[in-house]
């Protein structure tokens, strides 16, 4: 039961485009949402985060977007740079009872082209 | 402030053998979660310490154990290793932002079982 689903295994976008990727949730518990980039044999690199409470938040050239009714949230990368090509996770968080255990999507393999 | 650090990085082994595999979270951080990453399963969380108790586990068999220190420090141990737990074992440092866990990954360890 995977309960943080990431749909597209792969994205590709041109240098200085909109990069979007998505993820949904089944677990109407999740109250907190994260976004990671992974680079090969290294680990994960926090890059934001929302609570249930916001629908949006935003860190330089990434925002995420929460829609609790349709339970999907979105990364938006604006500008994207060559620089950002990575695997991205989705991760969710029911901080109520399970505090340090996160529920990871399958991720994302995000290429961004010169 | 030093990140995550985790040893060793990498490390083969034979069926049937054990392991201990160690992590030093990031100064100030109680908590400490361990999630293994494989090819087909993704990320899964196996147990998250906080002030030496084990707070939350995941579904991983009674092979996978833990433990954590005074100081923060946490290792890891798998008894009789099986062919299927080779894999990049990741730890994770924590601290409370607001209403949830922000999770701050090592760079892993690196677990061949042959």
């Known amino acids: 039961d995977q309960q943080v689903k990431q749909n597209s295994p792969s994205l590709s976008v041109q240098e200085g485009r909109i990069s979007i990727l998505n993820c949904d949730y089944t677990?109407?518990?999740?109250?907190?949402f994260l976004w990671y980039k992974k680079y090969p044999a290294e680990g994960p690199t926090f890059l934001i985060s929302?609570?249930?409470?916001?629908d949006k938040n935003e860190d330089g050239r990434f925002t995420v977007f929460l829609n609790k009714s349709a339970k999907h949230l979105s990364l938006h990368i604006v500008p994207s740079q060559p620089g950002d090509s990575a695997v991205y996770f989705c991760?969710?968080?029911?901080?109520?009872?399970?505090?340090?255990?996160?529920?990871f999507g399958q991720g994302t393999i995000l290429t961004v082209h010169p | 402030k030093a990140g995550v650090t985790q040893t060793p990085r990498y490390l083969i082994k034979t069926r049937g053998q054990q392991v201990t595999l160690s992590c030093s979270p990031i100064?100030?951080?109680?908590?400490v979660s361990w999630y293994q990453q494989t090819p087909g399963q993704g990320l899964q969380f196996l147990f998250e310490?906080?002030?030496?108790?084990?707070?939350n586990k995941g579904n991983f068999p009674g092979r996978f154990s833990g433990r954590q220190f005074s100081n923060s420090r946490s290792e890891m141990n798998v008894s009789t290793l099986e062919l299927g737990d080779s894999a990049l074992y990741l730890c994770?440092?924590?601290?409370?932002?607001?209403?949830?866990?922000?999770?701050?990954f090592g760079p892993g360890t690196r677990l061949t079982v042959t």
């Open positions: 991760a969710a968080s029911d901080g109520g009872t399970s505090y340090g255990k996160l529920t």
């Open positions: 310490y906080f002030s030496e108790t084990q707070r």
């Open positions: 929302i609570s249930s409470i916001k």
């Open positions: 677990n109407s518990m999740f109250d907190y």
């Open positions: 100064s100030g951080h109680r908590s």
């Open positions: 994770a440092s924590s601290f409370l932002a607001g209403l949830a866990y922000e999770q701050y």
